[in-house]
């Protein structure tokens, strides 16, 4: 009779369940097996930070603890002052634009005025000239002063 394969379940490193079989003494090689600790397979991913850190009581009297937390605070204080920083920015280059829009808002007005008293006298100059214009066909009877000595 064959012996059947014992389990002996076990987690690696990465927190993944890891299940050893013991197979019957012919020879065969063992393969582990792997299963996901949670049983719906579906765990978050444990970010590199996370791993392999064990969630035992932190010395806040500790030399390591107080060099971390200077370099958070640190960290924190310039994140801040960049967000500031790109805030201010951002606000400047607002004002900067309404300054601007206003300027260009102040030429269209102007152009448009300009435009409106050309157009006007360019009108009343095109008027002017039909009226002054005679009918093709109808020449008045002046004689040209250069032409009468000949």
Do not use: C, W
């Not at 002052?81 to 201010?88: E, F, M, Y």
């Amino acid at each position: 009779m064959s012996k059947t394969p014992q389990q002996n379940p076990g987690t690696d490193a990465s927190g993944v369940s890891v299940i050893h079989t013991q197979a019957h003494s012919s020879g065969l090689q063992q393969v582990p097996q792997l299963v996901p600790v949670s049983p719906g397979g579906g765990g978050k991913a444990v970010p590199p930070s996370k791993q392999g850190k064990k969630s035992s009581f932190v010395d806040r009297n500790s030399d390591e603890y107080r060099q971390r937390r200077e370099r958070n605070n640190m960290a924190v204080k310039k994140s801040r002052l960049k967000s500031k920083q790109k805030a201010q920015d951002t606000l400047q280059r607002v004002n900067q634009l309404k300054e601007e829009n206003e300027r260009l808002e102040a030429k269209i007005k102007l152009l448009t005025k300009e435009l409106s008293v050309l157009k006007d006298l360019f009108l009343e100059h095109a008027h002017n000239f039909a009226d002054n214009v005679q009918p093709v066909g109808t020449e008045s009877t002046t004689t040209n002063p250069e032409n009468s000595g000949q």
